[in-house]
C-alpha cells in the first residue's frame, strides 16, 4: 500500500487544517471570507476554511513505513499495489528496468499478462503484479521509484507534459536487496502464464451519461496584490476572478451539453431499472485534473474513451473529420492493464470514458471520485438499483 504522507516534527501525521495551505500561502495572506461570513457583496461567502482541494504529502510510505526495503531472493515475486495516496497518481518504475508483468486488476485477472516498464496508478487503483528477480545479483539493490508528480494529473508523459516527482523525496518509494537463494523458484514464467479468460457481459439495457464538474465561488471575488496578499474585492473590480475551486461535483449532463452539478442530498439520478440489468455509463470530464471513478457494488470493464471539443456553448464529442486517422471518431480502445474487470477508472480531462457493468443487486449505492480531497467535498453521489426502501428513503 503506497501513500505519499508529511509529518510533523514529532513524527504524527500532518494534514493542512486550512485553505491557505493549498494556495501556497500562510493564513494571514489569505485575507477571503470563509463560510459562515458574508463576501463584501453581503451574500454569504460560500467557501471553505478547511478544504484542501488536493493534498500532496512530501515523503513516500508502503505499509504505513517511509522508505522500508525488502530482502528479496533471485525468484519471481507477486504483488498486489494499491495506491492508497489521498490525491497523487502513482507512475512506479524500477531504477534498474526490472519490468512489471500485470496480471490482474482491481476486480480480477487481465487475459493475459501486461509487460509494462512502468505502472500509472491512480488513487484507489490496485494491480496484481509479478516482478522477476532471478537474474539479479545477490547484494544488490533495486529502487522502486515514483514520477507520478507533486500535483494534479491530467495524463500525459512525465517531465513533458508535467514536472516529475521530487527525486529526493516523492520519488523514492521503497528498495528490494537481493540475497541468496534458499530453494529453487518453480513458478511459471510471467510470459507462459494462462490466465482465466474474464466473463463477457451481455448487451447493455441502457445507457447514461454522467459528468465531473468542478465548481468556483459564486459569492467570493478575490485579486492577489502586490505583496502576495489574497484580497478579497469586489466582482466587478477589474482583474477580479471568483475564488475556486469551492467544490468538486458529479452530475448529469444537459440537452445543450453542459454539465449539471448535483450535491450528495439532490434526488438520485442514476436510477438501474432493475436487479441485473447491464448499463453503460459515459463519465463526461469537464474538469482540468484526470480523476479516478469509483461505482461501489459493481466489477465493470473499461469500453474505450472519446475525446471532447469545447465550444460556447458547452462541450461535445470530437467531430470525426478533426479526429486523428489512427483513432477513427477520436476513441481509443482500454489500455491493455485496464482489459479485466475493474471498480476504478480513470476519467481523463476532456474525454468521455465509458464502462460497462451489470448490477447485481438492489438497493441504494454511491460512485465517487476516489480522490480523497474530493469525494469529501462532494463528489460522491448515491445511485439506485431497482427498487428498494432505501432508494424511496434517499429520495423523499
Ligand atoms: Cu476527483
Not at 27 to 49: H, K, T, Y
Not at 134 to 145: E, K
Not at 214 to 228: M, P, Q, W
Not at 370 to 394: F, K, T, W
Request: some cysteine; overall charge negative; charged content about 20%.
Amino acid at each position: 500500500m503506497i501513500q505519499d504522507r508529511s509529518f510533523n516534527a514529532d513524527g504524527s501525521l500532518f494534514y493542512p487544517d486550512n485553505r491557505a495551505f493549498f494556495e501556497g500561502l500562510e493564513p494571514e495572506q489569505l485575507q477571503i471570507p470563509f463560510i459562515p461570513d458574508d463576501a463584501v457583496s453581503g451574500e454569504p461567502s460560500d467557501v471553505s476554511p478547511v478544504w484542501n482541494p488536493e493534498f500532496f504529502g512530501n515523503m513516500i510510505v508502503v505499509n504505513g513505513t517511509t522508505w522500508p526495503y525488502l530482502n528479496v531472493e533471485p525468484r519471481r515475486y507477486r504483488f498486489r499495489f494499491l495506491n492508497g495516496s489521498q490525491s497523487r497518481f502513482l507512475i512506479l518504475k524500477t531504477d534498474d528496468g526490472t519490468p512489471f508483468w500485470q496480471i490482474g486488476a482491481e476486480q480480477g485477472f487481465l487475459p493475459a499478462p501486461v509487460l509494462l516498464d512502468e505502472l500509472l496508478m491512480a488513487p484507489a487503483e490496485r494491480a496484481d503484479v509479478i516482478m522477476d528477480f532471478t537474474n539479479a545479483a545477490v547484494g544488490s539493490t533495486i529502487t522502486l521509484i515514483n514520477l507520478g508528480p507533486d500535483e494534479p494529473f491530467g495524463g500525459g508523459v512525465p517531465g513533458v507534459d508535467f514536472p516529475i516527482a521530487d527525486p529526493a523525496s516523492t520519488g523514492q518509494v521503497m528498495q528490494f536487496r537481493v540475497v541468496a537463494l534458499k530453494a529453487a523458484d518453480t513458478s511459471t514464467p510471467p510470459d507462459q502464464l494462462v490466465l482465466p479468460a474474464p466473463p463477457v457481459l451481455g448487451p447493455a439495457n441502457a445507457s447514461r451519461t454522467i459528468t465531473l464538474n468542478e465548481l468556483e465561488s459564486e459569492t467570493v471575488c478575490a485579486i492577489e496584490d502586490e505583496d502576495g496578499i489574497v484580497v478579497e474585492v469586489p466582482c466587478t473590480d477589474p482583474g477580479a476572478a471568483p475564488f475556486g475551486p469551492t467544490e468538486a461535483r458529479l452530475g448529469t449532463l444537459d440537452a445543450d451539453g453542459n454539465g449539471v452539478p448535483l450535491g450528495w442530498a439532490a434526488p438520485t439520478t442514476e436510477n438501474v431499472a432493475a436487479v441485473g440489468d447491464t448499463e453503460v455509463w459515459e463519465i463526461y470530464n469537464f474538469t482540468a485534473d484526470a480523476h479516478p471513478i469509483h461505482i461501489h457494488l459493481v466489477q465493470f470493464q473499461v469500453v474505450d474513451r472519446q475525446l471532447l471539443a469545447v465550444d460556447e456553448e458547452g462541450m461535445a464529442l470530437q467531430p470525426a473529420e478533426l479526429c486523428d486517422p489512427a483513432f477513427p471518431g477520436c476513441v481509443r480502445g482500454p489500455e491493455l492493464w485496464e482489459t479485466g474487470y475493474k471498480d476504478t477508472v480513470i476519467a481523463y480531462p476532456g474525454e468521455v470514458t465509458r464502462v460497462k457493468a451489470q448490477f447485481p443487486l438492489a438497493g441504494l449505492f454511491v460512485w465517487h471520485c476516489h480522490i480523497l480531497e474530493h469525494e469529501d467535498n462532494e463528489m460522491m453521489r448515491p445511485y439506485c438499483v431497482g427498487d428498494s426502501a432505501a432508494c424511496q428513503q434517499h429520495n423523499q
